[in-house]
């Protein structure tokens, strides 16, 4: 039995919740299938970690997977700081680790690398990520994918031993691995498109016309959700 703890670094709103759930139901709608597909038998754990709500012991699961959240991994906050440190705790045992969008970038950040705004504005859509170094449990192979993103924040500095292996057009360092224990990506596999459209109109005022134009055009572009979740699946076996 594969234990999964989902650390959950955003509080949504009641209204949000009852529709879409909060971000681990999300997570575990998305990885459930993998256990009729793959015959792989999961118990998932929630914990609040805004709240600073931990597991009792780092050991008390095999995986541990950081969402996204509306902060920034830079903001200055006691709870953040404290996420820090369990990144480096999880990190020094060798535990496995996979985060998300923030949780990409708590972890890079938290390992030594830098996160900062996107010169460029938001991300925000389906995007095209390209394959830009191949790791051994990307199969099936694939050159590129299609992913939701949504994000103003990026990794502008990978922590040290950290592989680069996923790039999008508008964020370099897009996934990285640190051995056989990290795996982050930028984008959300576990969000779908109604959720997307969700947030693109609560941040309509962030975005320029054109922006928000282009992120609800992008939507017509399929999924590759299928696909993450068999890597993911691949890289916890790994």
Known sequence: MLKIGILDSDHLSPAVIKRYGCYSDQFIKFLSP???????????????????KYPSAIHDNDVYLFTGSQYSSYDNLDWIHKLQEYVQELHTNKIKIIGIC???????????????????????????THVVNRMDWMKPVREFFFNLVSHQDEVI???????????????????FTIGNHILTFQGHPE????????????????????????????LKQSLDTELMRRWIANFIAN
């Open 157 to 175: 500095q990978l922590p040290e031993d950290a592989i680069n292996f996923v790039s999008t057009n508008l964020c370099e360092y897009s996934g």
């Open 102 to 128: 923030f949780g990409h970038q708590i972890i890079a950040q938290s390992l030594g690398g830098k996160v900062a705004k996107n010169k460029r504005g938001w991300e925000i859509g389906v995007t095209a």
């Open 34 to 52: 993998l256990q009729q597909q793959h015959q792989l038998e999961m118990t998932f754990n929630h914990y609040n970690v805004f709240e600073k």
């Open 191 to 218: 969000f779908n498109k109604q959720y997307l459209k969700l947030i693109i109109r609560l941040q309509s005022n962030h975005l320029s016309t054109e922006q928000r134009k282009n992120a609800r055009q992008s």
